[in-house]
């Protein structure tokens, strides 16, 4: 088996549900009392989420590439990177490390283009739905339509990732908004939406919509399980 390296922290609520889906799944596949072979950084997300919004890309990304560095430094085979957003500097975080960085959006695309989806809805941080470092990544890895919400519907989005579920707090009112934005996504052609952050799991899940829901923890979590269990 080989060590998975986690890169944290981004939230650490989320980093949570990594730590635990991977050590599922490799009871799932192994049994008995296995358990994964992780070496983890866990990061303080006060600090980049100022980067974040100072639009300092630059300097989050020396920081995360100086934790890479310790991740690989403690025995990691391979990198997982616990957040969407900052795969906004994965260049920068490879380039620091001699291990492969398992990308999150490649990791997405291969399911969607498993399910032949075409046109994808894309849900997450003002960031990642804004810029292009994730939704070109998934347009040239497949050829994918993807959208997004329109501009108050964003804001809506992004709010309620750091306002509250960064911080562990899941309301009602809020799953309704995600059910009502997904739902106009579907409307506008999306045959699926891709939860695009790590922490919109906590507050969505499949059972609460008949449109088909990506969710990027989920499939990055099992992802790094196949890789550490691969021959």
């Known amino acids: 088996m080989k060590t998975i390296g986690l890169l944290g922290g981004m939230s650490w609520e989320s980093t949570a549900h990594y730590y635990r889906d991977i050590n599922q799944g490799v009871r799932a596949r192994l049994g008995g009392l296995h358990s994964a072979r992780i070496a983890m950084y866990s990061v303080d997300f006060e600090e980049i989420e100022k980067l974040q919004n100072a639009g300092d890309w630059v300097a989050a990304g020396v920081v995360l590439a100086e934790a890479a560095a310790r991740v690989e430094a403690a025995g990691a085979d391979f990198l997982v990177l616990c957040t969407n957003t900052m795969h906004k500097v994965a260049d920068d975080i490879s380039n620091a490390v001699s291990i492969p960085l398992l990308h999150i959006a490649d990791a997405t695309g291969d399911e969607l283009q498993l399910d032949g989806i075409e046109t994808v809805g894309l849900l997450g941080t003002a960031f990642t739905m804004q810029q292009g470092f994730y939704k070109d990544r998934l347009a040239l890895q497949s050829g994918m339509r993807v959208l997004v ?83």
């Open 149 to 231: 919400p329109d501009d108050a519907d964003q804001q809506v989005v992004h709010r309620i990732i750091y306002d509250e579920l960064c911080q562990g707090v899941i309301r009602p009112e809020s799953k309704r908004d995600y059910l009502r934005i997904i739902d106009k996504l579907a409307e506008q052609g999306a045959e699926a939406v891709i939860l695009g952050c790590t922490e919109i799991g906590m507050l969505v899940e499949q059972a609460d919509t008949p449109v088909k829901l990506f969710d990027t923890t989920r499939i990055h979590a099992q992802r790094a399980v196949a890789m550490a269990l691969a021959k």
